[in-house]
């Protein structure tokens, strides 16, 4: 079935990069259809239930398939391994609304580093100064609460935080006295997350259900919450949930839309003189790779092979320590405070890179992800009766700390299609391979004692390491599930080595643009989404004059 009606735009996904982009087009007057996944689920559905949010995940992605390997002599496993939202809004919808820019020194690690052996070091086509000021406008957009300037490690800004920093909690204050101790500058975490009523929407009640959650009063700043209602406004938006989309058709080296199937597996078909992919760094090269013609055999706009490669996450060193009173970790945001001593990169260390290092409430507001997840003390056994009650009953006197560690990215880290796994209609799902490069390794380790020394300088009775089962350290070491995904699209100056240009748009199909974490090169010591956000305004500033210069 089609529908002939020709749109100017055709927007894939509806999170960070895709809501932005849907936002900013129909305000400049674009007829838009925005093509999502997951359904549309009304606030009604942002309940703090954690079993049904967090542990079995039945809100934002329920039907979210991927095969996971860490080498290609693996077979690939099936189950989630990523933490993606399939439903309007994105993963936004759930995300904890950490808002970082990036320090000046990762949009050039090739020329700050030079290449490292195993590694697909590049520098970003733009800097921090083509950037800051979409930083800004996202800040102020979503409402970011936070004090300029209190890291000292931050690059210049023009503008200070729109919404002053949420009031502390009993653990951030320990831990920012602990950090103090040690020599650290703690300072409060930017967050997109109202700490006063802004932007016609109210304030935080802190209630301590963000990330995996959705914001039912939405203080928090989500696509959800403002870009898709602005859009909506314009009469200008045609908005699809439960829209599968497997192939981007190809006529005379251009895209002519997309094919999806709706929510009951019927195929449907859209026109549209120009295609935003913004489906993620998982879900556009899968996307991408199903899209397959005589043009591209191998996957759409995948002459130079990069469709995929370069795929990174974030890997996270963890400390707990249990004190002897409420450090009422289960109020308030995910997290209050941090400190970037240690981010700037120092290869005297024995590696090269860094990250920042916050205390946070993910598994300290949620007593059964507690229980799963978190190791127990070492005085303490988790595993059945009296030691399992001690260690549920021990959540409100945890602390962990927690740091955002830059991967280097590899080659062979990728994104491809499986080749016997599907899903429910049929489609092959995404296989991901992904292991670690030794550099995160030695990071991981030397990071992991700087932040039990914090945890205990913070009072602690006890230290120990927080890892999850999910991450594994030594030899091949990898970790395999994340919520921040980067890489698989590269932005670059050169079609032999990138996906998209400098202002996202294919190299190979001049139609066709890719906005969302894919295409960052490198991926940083910090949250992604305040700078998927910001790329996507400066793409979308671009879009609209080259449009009005009629140079699409």
């Excluded at 009063?217 to 938006?237: D, N």
């Excluded at 380790?445 to 300088?457: P, T």
């Amino acid at each position: 079935m089609s529908n002939q009606r020709e749109f100017d735009v055709c927007v894939i996904g509806t999170g960070a990069g895709g809501g932005v982009m849907i936002d900013q087009l129909t305000a400049a007057g674009f007829s838009v259809i925005a093509l999502e996944r997951g359904p549309d689920l009304p606030v009604s559905e942002f309940d703090d239930d954690e079993l049904r949010n967090s542990i079995r995940d039945q809100v934002f992605s329920a039907n979210q398939l991927e095969t996971y390997r860490s080498t290609e002599n693996e077979t690939a496993q099936p189950g989630k391994i990523s933490d993606i939202g399939h439903c309007v809004g994105g993963s936004m919808t759930h995300w904890a609304a950490w808002s970082w820019r990036f320090r000046p020194d990762e949009f050039n690690v090739l020329s700050t580093e030079g290449p490292v052996a195993g590694a697909s070091l590049a520098d970003w086509p733009i800097d921090y100064a083509e950037l800051e000021p979409w930083y800004e406008k996202a800040e102020w957009d979503f409402g970011v609460s936070g004090i300029a300037g209190s890291n000292p490690f931050e690059g210049t800004r023009r503008k200070a935080y729109p919404n002053p920093a949420h009031p502390p909690r009993v653990c951030s204050a320990k831990f920012t006295a602990g950090s103090k101790k040690v020599g650290y500058t703690p300072f409060p975490v930017p967050m997109a997350i109202n700490s006063r009523a802004y932007g016609n929407r109210p304030a935080c009640v802190h209630g301590g259900a963000c990330r995996a959650y959705g914001c039912p009063i939405g203080a928090k700043g989500t696509t959800y919450s403002i870009s898709l209602p602005r859009a909506r406004a314009t009469g200008l938006l045609d908005l699809r949930a439960n829209a599968t989309v497997f192939d981007l058709p190809l006529k005379d080296g251009k895209i002519t839309g997309a094919r999806y199937l709706d929510e009951d597996g019927k195929e449907q078909e859209i026109f549209a003189r120009q295609t935003v992919v913004s489906a993620g760094s998982i879900g556009t090269p899968h996307l991408l790779l199903m899209s397959t013609s005589s043009a591209f055999p191998n996957g759409l706009a995948n002459g130079s092979g990069q469709v995929g490669r370069h795929l990174s996450f974030h890997h996270h060193p963890t400390a707990a320590g249990l004190f002897d009173v409420d450090l009422r970790s289960y109020t308030g945001i995910e997290t209050h405070a941090a400190f970037d001593d240690l981010h700037p990169s120092d290869a005297s260390r024995g590696f090269i890179r860094g990250g920042v290092v916050a205390e946070l409430n993910t598994l300290t507001h949620q007593p059964i992800a507690h229980a799963l997840v978190l190791p127990p003390a070492p005085s303490n056994d988790r595993q059945w009766g009296a030691p399992l009650k001690r260690h549920i009953g021990n959540f409100n006197k945890t602390m962990v700390i927690a740091a955002i560690c830059e991967e280097l990215p590899m080659p062979d880290n990728r994104v491809d299609l499986d080749p016997t796994h599907t899903d429910r209609f049929g489609l092959p799902v995404p296989r991901i391979t992904k292991r670690q490069h030794p550099n995160d390794v030695a990071m991981y380790r030397w990071y992991e004692k700087k932040l039990l020394a914090v945890v205990q300088a913070s009072g602690a009775s006890i230290t120990w390491p927080g890892r999850s089962p999910g991450v594994h350290i030594g030899d091949g070491a990898h970790q395999s599930s994340n919520a921040h995904n980067h890489g698989t699209c590269r932005m670059g100056n050169g079609a032999e080595s990138s996906v998209v240009d400098r202002w996202c748009r294919s190299h190979e199909v001049p139609n066709l643009w890719v906005v969302d974490g894919s295409v960052m090169p490198t991926n940083g010591g910090y949250n992604p989404t305040l700078t998927i956000l910001a790329n996507a305004y400066r793409v979308a500033d671009h879009f609209i004059t080259e449009s009005r210069r009629l140079s699409l």
